[in-house]
């Protein structure tokens, strides 16, 4: 089973805001080891965490539990459970159009430019935290050229060109994208969201 935690928050004036955003997807995760599987760190103990061959982190003294982090403009996020996943959260915001050959494959172009205005902008970053999710669960980062595979977003579903691929996306608060991806079937529960 995976459970998704994520919380919003503000930014205190002077605060940094990448080490906050750090600092809250930290907490998500003590707040997921304690309330699924006992484990409690205290709030001022580090985790310990180890780095996977391209850096996706583990926990060094439990490597059964497996977990995931993101973090976007006020957002944290963090996954938990007992498979391997990958989580990623956006902000829906302005991009620039150059990044699209770079990120969606050419069914996702189609898709997406058959769209306008907003409907595009919430596409792109629907694709954009799929992918993100996607190389987050398999451990590569982004050593993978994110155009070699898709995914479709349809009215029964999003599909993925990989099989076997689970897949859970949210819209949180009309303003973020949250996508969860996993290559193990498991049940995903939304512990706590917004």
């Known amino acids: 089973m995976i459970k998704i935690y994520a919380e919003d928050f503000n930014l205190a004036e002077g605060e940094n805001k990448r080490e ?6 930290e907490l998500l995760l003590r707040k997921g080891l304690k309330n699924s599987y006992g484990i409690d760190y205290g709030e001022c103990n ?10 996706k982190p583990q926990l060094k003294e439990y490597p059964h539990i497996f977990h995931n982090i993101s973090h ?22 302005p991009f620039s159009e150059n990044i699209i050959r770079k990120v969606m494959s050419e069914q996702e172009k189609e898709q997406f430019y058959k769209l306008k205005g907003e409907e595009q902008t919430a596409f792109f970053f629907k694709i ?11 451990g590569w980062g982004i ?4 155009t070699e595979f898709s995914f479709e977003l349809g009215p029964d579903g999003i599909t993925c ?14 303003r973020f994208i949250l996508s969860l991806c996993t290559f193990k079937k498991t049940e995903i529960c939304v512990d706590e969201i917004l």
């Open 143 to 146: 050593t993978i050229p994110l």
């Open 46 to 55: 580090p985790i310990p965490i180890i780095k996977g061959v391209h850096g």
């Open 20 to 25: 906050t955003e750090h600092l809250k997807g």
């Open 161 to 174: 060109s990989v099989p076997e691929v689970e897949i859970v996306q949210y819209c949180l608060k009309e």
């Open 72 to 93: 976007t403009a006020g957002l944290a996020a963090c996954a938990i459970g007992d498979v391997p996943m990958g989580i990623d959260v956006e902000e829906i915001r």
């Open 128 to 138: 954009w935290t799929l992918k993100e999710s996607y190389v987050k669960a398999g």
